[in-house]
């Protein structure tokens, strides 16, 4: 067997580029804060590979809901960096027009049904897209993607219990990125795995290294063929870990220095490409040119946000009522 | 015509609607098969089966949440609240998502839900049973606030709710589910949000009210009629928001007088916004200040002869038009 013959699934290949546009776009994001020429917005750096395994296993049909830290899902499931950029600045070509900002964007047209900064909004919601997509004939299921923080919320408690008793095709998925805004998760529970708490809503569930994409990818098809299968929920905890502040800018020097340079040993970006690498999956010249590509959408896409205009006055009324 | 009660009129605006669009469904504690606390919902489950009349977990905020997910994909939720006040245990999925998702989102979404159940004081219910809440839900943009005060109003304005694209509070008074009055048949009879109306012509003194307070005030306004040769003017609210304040202006502009007439508590209540627009916009025609009668500022108690204290009367809203007229 030569080198060349090795097996790689393209999405390997593109999940090593969806996670680069990911860590590109949030580092510009930050970056525009720091410059003072964007408003605050929380990051999902470190996150990367959660995001693009579970979008990897989803198709068309399905609905996302998701919340703070959400621009790696949305760029995951295939949203325009400038539209979001442009949101997050306020602007007029963003994808909620302006009105969003980082908070709550929403995007139809690719399923992302929204983003809940109420920590947990997104939990309640969720059954109830599940239960109209099952009520009115979609074959799709649903996402939510939350925090171990908001799992700590009430409303987790009901939204899962809510999926488990009436069988809704809902894929809760856990992550677990340790840190609760600036609280260490470890403070506020005593469980290490939010995935134990789906046996007592009789969920199936499971955690997988969330730093890892082929594993959350393998995971999440996993999961979401038995959702599919049974129309019936699951909890799928990606175990990983929040590597910038809660939000722009933060310091995060409440941080243990040991504890963030384990993780960062283990960040799934630069292992990923490590391990491609090694495998022959990728040439260093075809990493090259991915990341040439990645910095290039980037690049454009604040430029697209940056020139675009602000929204108009008259729409400060607009959408208030149909 | 028929005559027909608060209570019924609810139900059959319901029935109505699920008959004509597949896509309403009711939702809430107790109402499938127990067939709900007021009884409102008496052979729905029967008839709709349980994929349409849902009986919920006591999960409020878990309920709520899952209506405005169904309502922002294509479904017309109507959650029934055992009670009005066990709303506010989902006040994060009524306020921060139902009232906003359309304006945020840059109205990718419409949010077409209700919630409605038992409103206002009742019997011997205590303090956490018995509130008003008009004035906290109209304070959102984002929803819509209604306060029918007849079995007519009951229906058509229910109707006009399921039929919306956006979240309405529908406040049902308690106190009137027993209530009869005629109700027109036709199962196309709507009434449309925002526009108040006149329920009792008078030259005198202006009554602005709604819900069981607006009964009130006709009880009043016949009394005075009879007993003083006052001519009150009754006007019915019927929606907080969308608020329509010209027929009041109007009224105002002819009788010079207006007192306004809540069951909640004063500080800060939808009768502080009436006499404040009142005096925005027809301040010259006024020829006494406006006058509010409210419930009285605590927290409801238990013992009859203090609740009985702690809500509004007929002699207060008499003594308030007396009040208006210098007499």
Same mark, same amino acid.
């Given at each position: 067997m030569?080198?060349?013959e ?16 990911i ?59 400038r539209?979001?950029l442009?949101?997050?600045l306020?602007k007029s ?5 302006g009105?969003?900002?980082s ?9 992302v ?9 997104e ?5 109830g ?11 799709g299921?649903?996402?939510v ?11 987790f408690?009901?939204?899962i219990?809510?999926?488990a ?15 609760q ?16 708490w ?10 997988v ?16 063929a ?14 990983t870990?929040r590597?910038?502040?809660?939000m ?8 243990d220095p ?27 010249a ?29 729409e ?7 | ?13 319901m029935?109505?609607?699920?008959d ?5 469904l ?6 499938g ?14 008839? %709709?089966?349980?994929?349409?009349v ?17 309502a ?14 066990f ?21 990718q ?9 038992p409103h ?17 839900y109209a ?20 109707k ?19 209530m009869k009055?005629?109700?027109?048949d ?23 009210? %709604?819900?069981?307070?607006?009964q ?11 007993e ?11 929606t ?5 304040m010209?027929?009041v202006?109007?009224s ?11 069951e ?5 209540g939808?009768a ?5 627009s ?6 010259d025609?006024?020829d ?11 927290p409801?108690? %238990? ?7 702690a809500t ?16």
């Amino acid at each position: 067997m030569t080198t060349f013959e090795v097996s790689v699934e393209p999405r390997v290949a593109q999940s090593l580029e969806a996670m680069l546009l990911i860590r590109a776009f949030e580092e510009q994001s930050a970056a525009l804060n720091a410059a003072g020429k964007s408003p605050s917005m929380c990051t999902s750096v470190g996150q990367e590979a959660s995001a693009v395994g579970v979008m990897n296993a989803l198709d068309e049909r399905d609905q996302i809901l998701t919340n703070h830290r959400s621009a790696g899902h949305l760029l995951a499931r295939g949203a325009d960096p400038r539209r979001i950029l442009a949101e997050i600045l306020g602007k007029s070509t963003g994808y909620c027009g302006g009105k969003s900002g980082s908070l709550h964007i929403s995007v139809k047209e690719l399923g992302v049904v929204l983003t809940s900064t109420i920590v947990g909004g997104e939990l309640s919601l969720a059954p109830g897209v599940a239960l109209s997509r099952q009520m009115l004939g979609g074959e799709g299921i649903v996402v939510v993607f939350f925090g171990d923080g908001a799992a700590t919320e009430g409303i987790f408690h009901e939204s899962i219990n809510l999926a488990a008793v009436w069988n809704l095709p809902v894929l809760y998925v856990c992550e677990n990125n340790q840190w609760q805004a600036f609280v260490h998760r470890k403070e506020t529970m005593l469980a290490d795995h939010i995935s134990t708490w789906g046996a007592s809503y009789g969920v199936k569930s499971q955690t997988v290294d969330g730093n890892d994409v082929d594993a959350v990818t393998a995971a999440a098809k996993d999961a979401v063929a038995y959702v599919r299968g049974t129309r019936k929920p699951f909890l799928l905890e990606t175990y990983t870990y929040r590597l910038r502040g809660h939000m722009e800018p933060d310091p995060a020097s409440y941080v243990d220095p040991a504890e963030l340079q384990s993780w960062k040993e283990r960040d799934p970006i630069a292992t990923y490409e490590q391990r491609l690498l090694d495998e022959h999956a990728i040439t260093p010249a075809e990493l090259d040119a991915m990341k040439s590509r990645v910095r290039a959408r980037i690049e454009d896409a604040a430029q697209f946000a940056m020139e675009s205009p602000y929204p108009s006055f008259e729409e400060l009324t607009t959408n208030v009522y149909a | 015509m028929a005559e027909k009660s608060y209570r019924d009129a609810i139900r059959d605006a319901m029935m109505e609607e699920m008959d004509r669009d597949p896509n309403v469904l009711i939702m809430g504690e107790d109402i499938g098969v127990y067939e709900g606390t007021f009884r409102i919902t008496a052979g729905m489950l029967k008839k %709709y089966g349980p994929k349409r009349v849902i009986d919920t977990p006591i999960a409020e905020a878990g309920m709520v949440g899952t209506a405005v997910g169904m309502a922002m994909l294509g479904l017309r939720p109507i959650v029934e609240m055992m009670t009005v006040n066990f709303a506010i245990v989902a006040a994060d999925q009524i306020l921060n998502h139902a009232a906003k998702v359309r304006y945020f989102s840059g109205g990718q979404v419409d949010v077409p839900m209700v919630i409605r159940g038992p409103h206002g004081a009742g019997v011997q219910l205590s303090a956490q049973h018995s509130q008003s809440f008009e004035s906290f839900y109209a304070h959102f943009p984002g929803l819509k606030v209604v306060a029918p005060g007849t079995p007519a109003d009951a229906k058509g304005l229910l109707k006009t709710a399921i039929r919306g694209r956006d979240p309405v509070m529908f406040l049902e008074s308690a106190a009137l589910y027993g209530m009869k009055g005629e109700v027109p048949d036709d199962t196309n009879f709507t009434v449309p949000f925002g526009q108040s109306r006149v329920a009792r012509e008078g030259r005198d003194v202006t009554i602005v009210s %709604y819900s069981r307070m607006m009964q009130m005030s006709l009880l009043v306004a016949d009394k005075l009629s009879k007993e003083e040769g006052i001519e009150c003017e009754v006007i019915d609210l019927r929606t907080l928001r969308p608020l329509d304040m010209d027929p009041v202006y109007a009224s105002v502009s002819k009788t010079h007088r207006a007192v306004v007439v809540q069951e909640q508590w004063k500080p800060f209540g939808a009768a502080a916004e009436i006499a404040a627009s009142i005096t925005e916009n027809v301040f010259d025609e006024l020829d006494a200040p406006v006058v509010r009668v409210t419930g009285e500022d605590v927290p409801m108690p %238990y013992a009859r002869n203090l609740e009985l204290l702690a809500t509004p009367h007929e002699e207060h809203v008499a003594a308030a038009v007396k009040k208006v007229m210098y007499r």
